[in-house]
């Protein structure tokens, strides 16, 4: 991946140094460097070019640098090294802080200074404005482009690259022979040419900017090079058909077309020109010829935008209706377990209750009381686990402190014969609300699975203390006093703690202690993983 990018970087540098070889090619001798030196010369102002891209701030400078250099040489690549320095000062623009692109506009300005003043003749204010705002404008506009590249609809840049390029090499393949017979410098001319053609480059985000520019150029190459019209024409149709196809109004379509004729009848009508019914209608339909494949192209890609957003929504409604569908098997299966389990546990609670009041008092009627109590919270947790399912955005309401359930839990095993010492770190309630309400679960399931496994008369110990921003529980037990007989067990609640736990992104391992008894290690991030 690192050389992608490499053959645009190798053509902008062959384009600098073809670009100078164009403008020197009729160049002699200097009074400092002879013609075979436009070669090198030519080789040292463009190959820079090709890493504009990456380091387009030092490429600034050393063309500024160069500018100079050249120009006190009375080279004619001082020409080109000015076309280009405008364009890295338009990268600079788009890729580079705005701190340290002032760095290379004040040499940018310093440098163009040099380059236009004459020996022995004073700088003007208009000089001094000139030198200002040559370097400024490629800058702004790269600064603008960075800005609105997000807000463009098209991300891809590509067709801006194409048109860019295009404009450039129509411009410059089609005029730089004339460069030399104009009245203005050499490289005033051929920096709008490179600014004519490089300006479609952004014709699809500023429409009504590059039209107007084209306009400008046209009548200016009419009244100053006459040879560069015909070119100013083709690149005034395209900036057209441009405009039509990113404005909808078909107002301002109809102003651009106008005022495409007028532009067009500018260039093409010369004192001498007859006017005829023909001519002028041959002049409307290629004025009209780019409006018409620019709305087509327009209407097109709207079309194309409006069957995507058509297909988003049918993705979106598609998920919503799997999602829908889900939640409704979700609350049908929740539905079933709690009027299966329900049904089962109230007549437990029933038959535990009816006992309650028949049994004398004493262990028997306490555990009666203890299987009545413990079958409501049961039912209680069914109804809040159905209303969970029923929405599961919902976070369940956690009724009781989760230390209190803790407490509550190792009384109840002691109740049942347990012998339990709880170590309940006071600092644990400053763990997040979800640690500690699974930190309860996970006690409550741990001395379960002892009473099960090892039997009453067990001697267990809890700890729950914070660890490592989090929370830690070890739950040991020891060995059984006597051989039970063990209860019924589904095997799921070592399972289901595992999976609680690694849901919240912590840790959990159980097995033996080494001294016949057994060991649970859970640890809770602060932190629920996403």
């Known amino acids: 991946m690192r050389w992608r990018g490499v053959p645009l970087d190798a053509l902008l540098a062959i384009s600098g140094v073809g670009l100078d070889l164009l403008t020197t090619a009729h160049a002699g001798d ?37 500018l100079v250099i050249s120009d006190q040489l009375g080279s004619y690549t001082s020409n080109t090294a000015q076309i280009l320095i405008c364009v890295a000062l338009g990268v600079v623009g788009f890729r580079v802080a705005w701190k340290p692109a002032l760095l290379g506009v004040g040499a ?14 004073a700088m003007t204010g208009n000089t001094w404005m000139y030198s200002v705002l040559l370097p400024t404008f490629p800058t702004v506009l ?10 463009l609809e098209e991300r891809d840049v590509t067709p801006d690259a194409l048109l860019a390029a295009g404009g450039v090499a129509i411009t410059v393949l089609s005029t730089w022979t004339t460069w030399h017979g104009g009245a203005q410098p050499v490289w005033v001319i051929g920096l709008l040419a490179v600014v004519g053609g490089l300006s479609l480059g952004v014709a699809r985000r500023l429409p009504g900017l590059v039209f107007l520019l084209q306009g400008v150029l046209l009548i200016s190459a009419d009244t100053y090079l006459n040879d560069a019209v015909n070119t100013c024409v083709i690149l005034t149709l395209i900036a057209i058909g441009v405009f039509a196809m990113r404005v909808d109004s078909w107002a301002w379509t109809a102003a651009a077309y106008l005022t495409g004729c007028l532009l067009t009848a500018i260039a093409v009508v010369g004192d001498g020109t007859e006017i005829t019914p023909f001519r002028v209608g041959v002049l409307m339909t290629l004025v009209a010829t780019p409006i018409a ?35 409704a098997e979700r609350e049908r299966i929740a539905r079933d377990v709690h009027d299966i389990v329900a049904h089962h546990v109230g007549a437990m609670v029933l038959r535990a209750s009816a006992a309650r009041y028949t049994a004398p008092d004493g262990p028997v ?23 969970l399912l029923r929405d599961p955005d919902r976070g369940p309401d956690l009724l009781a402190n989760p230390a209190d359930v803790v407490r509550e839990s190792a009384e109840r095993m002691a109740a ?13 309630d400053r763990a997040p609300l979800i640690a500690r309400a699974s930190a309860a679960r996970i006690v409550q399931e741990g001395l379960t699975n002892v009473l099960k496994h090892a039997g009453p008369g067990t001697r267990v110990r809890v700890i729950v203390a914070p660890a490592q921003e989090g929370l830690a529980i070890e739950i040991r037990n020891g060995r059984p006093p ?11 609640g070592l399972a289901g703690m595992r999976e609680r736990v690694r849901a919240l992104g912590g840790t959990l391992s159980a097995g033996p202690d080494g001294e016949g008894g057994w060991l649970l290690l859970a640890s809770l991030p602060a932190r629920i993983a996403a």
């Open 30 to 66: 200097t009074a400092y460097l002879p013609a075979a030196m436009n070669i090198p010369m030519a080789l040292l102002v463009g190959l820079p070019m090709g890493l504009v891209r990456r380091w387009p701030l030092p490429v600034t400078l050393y063309l500024a640098v160069f």
């Open 108 to 121: 940018t300005v310093m440098a163009t200074a040099v380059n236009i003043a004459d020996p022995g003749i």
């Open 142 to 151: 790269g600064a603008y482009l960075r800005g609105s590249a997000d807000r």
């Open 293 to 327: 494949i620019g709305r087509y192209l327009g209407m097109r890609q709207a079309a194309s935008a409006a069957e995507r957003l058509r297909a988003e929504e049918s993705a979106r409604l598609a998920v919503a209706q799997v999602r829908a569908d889900q939640l």
């Open 365 to 387: 009627a306490d555990a009666l009381s203890d299987i009545r109590e413990t079958g409501h919270q049961v039912l209680q947790d069914l109804r809040d686990l159905l209303d």
């Open 416 to 428: 049942a014969g347990l012998v339990v010492d709880l170590d309940l770190d006071p600092a644990s």
């Open 482 to 492: 006597t051989v039970i007989e063990r209860l019924p067990s589904s095997g799921r």
